[in-house]
């Protein structure tokens, strides 16, 4: 299975980086051992510390772990690594699993022109901001501001607005309290906010206000696409 860019892992680590993944946020080893079947601890955490694919806070217990962006960049990888023909059959299905998916996003930028990241993929909305705080009730405001300015700058309901674009129009709100509402609106089923497929095409002010999910920065938004 290892690849320059996918380093040899052992099945429960690649589970544990799988769960991480399809989950989109930080867990704790009481949730991995409920998702997963087991705590990230010992040789396998110390291992994916090293390699750095995921970051591990000990700072109260138990402790909690969150991939990197280069735990998102292998997990990316991993997606189009063949499975292997020997080994534990649980590894393999994983394997298949996610080759399949990468597939599936790969049809959906085909068919849709637009890229949609592994991290807004298995993202399972749960009121969080992007540095994890619980999102205030008075972000309501915030995202009638967001949807307002939006509706200003874009032709039609469902087009593509970048971010910077959208902060300029909402330049009187903090920059954390605009974030906070953009997560919030990814509850709702009209709104998107995906990464630009031609990072070439990125002016510093696009990569300046971009949204960080999932390990990966997005800069435009949708609001009413079907």
């Given at each position: 299975m290892p690849t320059e860019d996918v380093p040899s892992l052992t099945p429960n680590q690649i589970l544990a980086l799988v769960v991480?993944?399809?989950?989109?946020?930080?867990?704790?080893?009481n949730e991995l051992k409920e998702l997963a079947g087991f705590s990230l601890t010992g040789d396998d955490n110390k291992k994916l510390e090293k390699l750095g694919l995921i970051q591990t806070d000990r700072s109260h217990r138990p402790f909690s772990h969150e991939l990197t962006d280069k735990g998102w960049h292998v997990m990316r990888d991993l997606h189009t690594t063949e499975p292997p023909k020997a080994g534990k059959s649980a590894s393999r299905a994983l394997l298949t699993l996610l080759g399949n998916i990468h597939r599936s996003l790969e049809q959906l930028q085909v068919t849709h022109g637009v890229k949609l990241s592994e991290g807004e993929f298995f993202r399972q909305v749960r009121g969080e901001s992007v540095e994890g705080a619980v999102v205030s009730e008075t972000a309501g405001d915030a995202e009638a501001q967001v949807r307002a300015a939006y509706a200003e700058l874009a032709p039609a309901p469902?087009?593509?607005?970048g971010l910077a674009d959208l902060r300029d129009k909402l330049e009187r709100l903090e920059r954390a309290e605009v974030d906070r509402a953009l997560m919030a609106l990814l509850d709702r089923g009209d709104v998107r906010i995906i990464p630009v497929a031609n990072t070439k095409a990125l002016?510093?002010?696009d990569i300046a206000a971009a949204l960080r999910i999932g390990g990966e920065d997005n800069h435009t938004l949708s609001i009413g696409r079907s």
């Open positions: 991480l993944m399809s989950e989109a946020h930080k867990l704790n080893n469902g087009e593509w607005v002016k510093p002010r």
